[in-house]
């Protein structure tokens, strides 16, 4: 079977309908999708989002973006530009993708792997940005691998016998999947932050256990010009073409 991994697709449409034409083209489709959570946050379509993502086999966990839209946790915790997004995309949600993001579970466990947003330890809010973090987060999950988002860039980390090995993923590497634990980020589908703006996601393939990482570029200039109309704040739309 082949699973589409995403993360952190953050109302970024454009960038959603990339991916899944990709995926498409290059792996004839996929079987499950698995996502990551920050379905919503930041861009201009949050609803449309939620529609496209339901319209496939899938799970998906909630992330910070998720649950403050929803109220589930505080706005103030956010810096200004993203708590002005959260505001703004509260309004525009319905009652049925509130109740779908209020649902949304803050675990899941498929198979080798744990499902998260931020971190094993604090699935909504943790970053694992570091070798430091990441071995603390191998504490914290008991599968073989662990699926994360939330820094919006793809890396791998190797928990060995007594280090934890780190590395970035580029486009078009493949990971092969053996004995050693890994933490895994697929990157950002709707705002890549690692100087790439192509969205950015992951293949799994169970068959020759392997994960494949991917980059795609989408017509960021739409997305950008939507966000201008819904008066969404200068920052995030420039960076959008920066990847930062």
């Known amino acids: 079977m082949k699973y589409l991994i995403v ?21 004839a489709g996929f079987d499950r999708l698995w996502c990551l959570g920050d379905v919503v946050g930041y ?12 319209e496939f086999d899938f799970v998906c966990v909630c992330g910070n973006h998720d649950q403050a839209a929803v109220g589930k946790i505080d706005i103030t915790d ?20 509130t109740q779908f993001l209020i649902d949304l579970p803050e675990v899941v466990i498929e198979s080798e792997f744990t499902i998260v947003h931020g971190s094993p330890r604090a699935p909504v809010w943790e970053y694992i940005t570091s070798a430091v973090s990441a071995m603390e987060g191998f504490r914290h999950f008991e599968t073989r691998y662990c699926l994360v988002g939330h820094t919006h860039v793809p890396f791998v980390f190797e928990q060995d016998e007594v280090v934890v090995n780190e590395g970035y993923l580029g486009n078009g590497d493949m990971l092969v999947l053996g004995e050693h634990r890994l933490i895994i980020n697929p990157g950002g589908v709707g705002q890549p932050r690692d100087r790439d703006p192509r969205a950015s996601y992951a293949v799994y393939d169970s068959d020759n256990q392997s994960i494949y990482q991917c980059r795609i570029s989408y017509d960021i200039a739409v997305t950008q010009e939507k966000m201008e109309e819904a008066g969404l704040p200068d920052f995030l739309i420039s960076r959008l073409g920066w990847g930062v």
């Not at 993360?7 to 792996?27: C, G, M, P, R, T």
């Not at 861009?43 to 339901?54: A, F, T, W, Y």
């Not at 956010?78 to 009652?95: G, K, M, P």
């Open 7 to 27: 993360a952190d697709i953050h109302s970024n449409l454009e960038a959603f309908q990339a991916v899944l034409d990709d995926v498409k083209n290059n792996y």
């Open 78 to 97: 956010f810096n200004a530009d993203a708590a002005s997004a959260n505001e703004w995309t509260a309004q525009q949600i319905s009652e049925e993708d």
């Open 43 to 54: 861009g201009p379509n949050p609803s449309e989002c939620i529609k496209l993502l339901r």
